[in-house]
């Protein structure tokens, strides 16, 4: 599954016709992800180019809030700079039309700001819903 999403990142462009159908078909493949699929986009989504890095944001805040949030923490903590802004929206966008109460949301939105500021002060392990929800 994670090369037929890589395809479709790679086949589209952040246009009309992404917002309206690709990050939708995108997100589709997200859900037939199993974790060798999730640990291959780990893997390559560091060293992707910055058009895909975005795209895959977009889908992942298309794809609802679990693992899509776990993922999007670890996009955040492993980016070089230039997703932050996407990444952080895409937080605050999968955190709002989520299930999770205020507070939660809110920290949540807290962490990912914390993270985006200060990624070295994080290993890995704490980039996951659970724990971040557990502080």
Do not use: H
Request: aromatic fraction near 12%; charged fraction near 30%; glycine fraction near 2%.
């Amino acid at each position: 599954m994670f090369a037929e999403f890589d395809k479709i990142l790679r086949n589209s462009a952040p246009d009309v016709n992404w917002s309206e159908v690709g990050i939708f078909s995108a997100a589709q493949v997200l859900e037939q992800f199993d974790a060798s699929d999730w640990d291959k986009l780990r893997s390559y989504a560091p060293l992707a180019e910055r058009k895909w890095r975005a795209l895959c944001i977009e889908a992942l805040s298309a794809f609802g809030i679990a693992p899509a949030l776990d993922f999007l923490f670890y996009i955040l903590y492993r980016n070089n700079g230039d997703t932050i802004e996407e990444c952080l929206e895409a937080i605050r966008v999968t955190v709002e039309f989520s299930e999770l109460d205020r507070e939660k949301k809110k920290r949540v939105i807290s962490f990912a700001s914390a993270v985006s500021r200060n990624p070295s002060e994080y290993t890995e392990s704490d980039l996951t819903m659970s724990v971040v929800l557990s502080k």
